[in-house]
């Protein structure tokens, strides 16, 4: 005989539990979406992507008979900034992502910080497959060659940035090199206008010293020539 009654136990206890995972689990992906919305962007707003949707979606004058709408040639060249400032953040999410996972092995830094850094790598992702798309509907395959466009955009860019550094860096440290040069030769004019004066007088000193231990142990002029004349006599 089949005990329904113990049966309808177990499936009641086994509805609980499944009805109460259920709901744990969308509390907490629910929760996790809201702290996750709520964390800080790993990067600024995308100034290029806003500009050049904002082109795009220009919407004109209609007070004016003839509306002009925005040239192609102006949005092609918007896209490729927006391309462009894609590189940079590629660049900063590659550079950034091996650190950041060893310090997060370590526990040196928290869940919240990985969680901001994998939000932006899928925004990222998200970005460039857009971009391929808006490039391949201006022109046909422009998609697969814009990124190298960016790419040598940026690296221009770079070069030109750090010139602009070492120019201005050119001046002041011009400035601190002629002080320094300036030094140099104050202090070298005066070591020789010091120097002979001071070799001059030595050996003056040294004259006159070595001729009074010469007259000191010869006894002076008359008495060397007295007693020279004495030890000539005795030998005869």
């Known amino acids: 005989m089949v005990d ?3 049966l309808a136990v177990s499936l009641a206890y086994l509805s609980i539990l499944v009805g109460s995972l259920a709901t744990f689990s969308f509390l907490y992906r629910k929760r ?11 990067f600024p707003p995308h100034l290029q992507r806003n500009i050049y949707l904002s082109l795009l979606h220009l919407e004109p004058n209609t007070s004016s ?21 894609d590189i940079h953040r590629i660049l900063a999410i590659r550079s950034a992502k091996q650190a950041l996972s060893n310090l997060l092995q370590r526990g040196s830094v928290g869940d919240d910080l990985w969680q901001r850094f994998q939000r932006a790598e899928k925004e990222v992702e998200e970005e460039l497959r857009d971009v ?11 998609g697969q060659t814009i990124f190298q466009s960016a790419n040598e955009m940026a ?6 940035k750090r010139t602009e550094e070492i120019q201005a860096q050119a001046k002041p440290e011009r400035e ?8 140099i030769q ?3 004019m005066k070591e020789l206008e010091g120097g002979p004066s001071s070799k001059a007088a ?6 006159g010293s070595d001729e009074e231990a010469v007259l000191v142990e010869g006894g002076g002029p008359a008495t060397g020539g007295k007693g020279t004349i004495k030890k000539k006599k005795g030998k005869k």
């Not at 391929?132 to 422009?142: G, M, R, S, Y």
């Not at 690296?155 to 030109?160: K, L, N, T």
């Not at 601190?176 to 030094?183: F, M």
Request: aromatic share 10%; glycine share 4%.
């Open 132 to 142: 391929v798309n808006e490039a391949n509907a201006f022109a046909p395959n422009w």
């Open 186 to 188: 104050s202090d070298f």
């Open 155 to 160: 690296a221009s860019a770079m070069i030109r």
């Open 65 to 85: 008979q003839k509306a002009t709408p925005v040239p192609e040639s102006v949005l092609k060249a918007a896209l490729l900034r927006r391309a462009t400032e």
């Open 202 to 207: 030595t050996p003056g000193e040294r004259g």
């Open 32 to 42: 996790k979406a809201a702290r996750a919305s709520s964390l800080a962007p790993w």
């Open 176 to 183: 601190w090199w002629d002080k320094k040069r300036a030094t």
């Open 4 to 6: 329904w009654l113990g």
